[in-house]
Nanobody
Framework: QVQLVESGGGLVQPGGSLRLSCVAV????????MGWYRQAPGNKRELVAR???????DYADSVKGRFTISRDNAKNTVYLQMNSLKPEDTAVYYC??????????????WGQGTQVTVSS
């Protein structure tokens, strides 16, 4: 069973940047696709970025060109660099393990997430 711990959120002005980190404790990290999800109040949780074990990446249209996902398998850590942030990016951000490259279904238990608030 993998345990996920997210950090790096905060309050930032529109146009600003944040870098989120997620440490995964568990042996499956290096062999699995990892993803960043977010959930805004009143909205469904959505997958915004994913990265394969080999470094292939994919993004939701809403964040493409602004967010970059990366991973360090030696540290069991996945990152989300968020640039040009917009108020609509405000949400709690979580990492998890998508069931497959073509699925948003998350396999692991959810961590506590990290709050990102974009506001002037």
């Amino acid at each position: 069973q993998v345990q996920l711990v997210e950090s790096g959120g905060g309050l930032v002005q529109p146009g600003g940047s944040l870098r989120l980190s997620c440490v995964a404790v568990g042996s499956i990290f290096s062999v699995n696709t990892m993803g960043w999800y977010r959930q805004a109040p009143g909205n469904k949780r959505e997958l915004v970025a994913r990265i394969s074990s080999g470094g292939r990446t994919d993004y939701a249209d809403s964040v493409k060109g602004r967010f970059t996902i990366s991973r360090d398998n030696a540290k069991n850590t996945v990152y989300l660099q968020m640039n040009s942030l917009k108020p609509e990016d405000t949400a709690v951000y979580y990492c998890n393990v998508p069931a497959s490259w073509y699925s948003d279904y998350a396999l692991a238990s959810w961590g506590q997430g990290t709050q990102v608030t974009v506001s002037s």
